[in-house]
C-alpha cells in the first residue's frame, strides 16, 4: 500500500501521487526557530489528517527496490526496515501511523526539536 501523500500550502511540489490528498487551503504556518543550539519546528497539522487516505507503516517491503542497485531497503545488520518510530522516538500508530515524520497526539501547533534530533522531546 503506498503512502498518502497530503499537500499543504504553500506547495512547493510540482508532482502529486495517486490518491493525493489536497488541503493547499491549509496553512500550517510553518516556522524554525533556534533556542540555545537547538532548532524547533514549528507547525499547526491536524489529527484528524490520520484518517485521511490510506497508509501504513514504512517496510522495506513498501519501499520496493532501489533504482539503480535493484535491491531492497534493509538495516545495516541486513534485517528489514520497519519504521515503527517517529523522528522523535515517539511509536508510530501501527494501523494509521501519522502522516510525515512526527506522529501527533492533537491539532493545533506542534513545537517539535528537531536538531540535535531526540529523546522524544516536543512542547
Known amino acids: 500500500?503506498?503512502?498518502c501523500q497530503i499537500r499543504l500550502k504553500p506547495n512547493y511540489l510540482d508532482f502529486s501521487e495517486a490518491g493525493a490528498v489536497d488541503l493547499e487551503d491549509f496553512d500550517p504556518g510553518i516556522a524554525l526557530t533556534e533556542d540555545g543550539g537547538s532548532l524547533h519546528l514549528t507547525i499547526?497539522?491536524?489529527?484528524?489528517?490520520?484518517?485521511?487516505?490510506?497508509?501504513?507503516?514504512v517496510?522495506?517491503?513498501?519501499?520496493?527496490?532501489?533504482?539503480?542497485?535493484?535491491?531492497?531497503f534493509l538495516n545495516p545488520?541486513?534485517?528489514p526496515v520497519r519504521i515503527?518510530?517517529?523522528?522523535?522516538?515517539?511509536?508510530?500508530d501501527?494501523?494509521?501511523p501519522f502522516p510525515g515524520p512526527f506522529?501527533?497526539?492533537?491539532?493545533?501547533?506542534?513545537v517539535m526539536r528537531v536538531y540535535p534530533a531526540g529523546e522524544g522531546e516536543s512542547r
Open 103 to 110: 506522529e501527533i497526539s492533537g491539532s493545533g501547533a506542534q
Open 77 to 79: 545488520d541486513r534485517s
Open 94 to 96: 501501527a494501523e494509521r
Open 59 to 72: 517496510t522495506t517491503e513498501s519501499l520496493g527496490m532501489a533504482k539503480i542497485p535493484q535491491l531492497p
Open 1 to 3: 500500500m503506498p503512502p
Open 44 to 57: 499547526a497539522l491536524e489529527k484528524d489528517w490520520s484518517g485521511l487516505g490510506t497508509r501504513a507503516l
Open 84 to 92: 515503527d518510530r517517529d523522528y522523535a522516538g515517539a511509536p508510530r
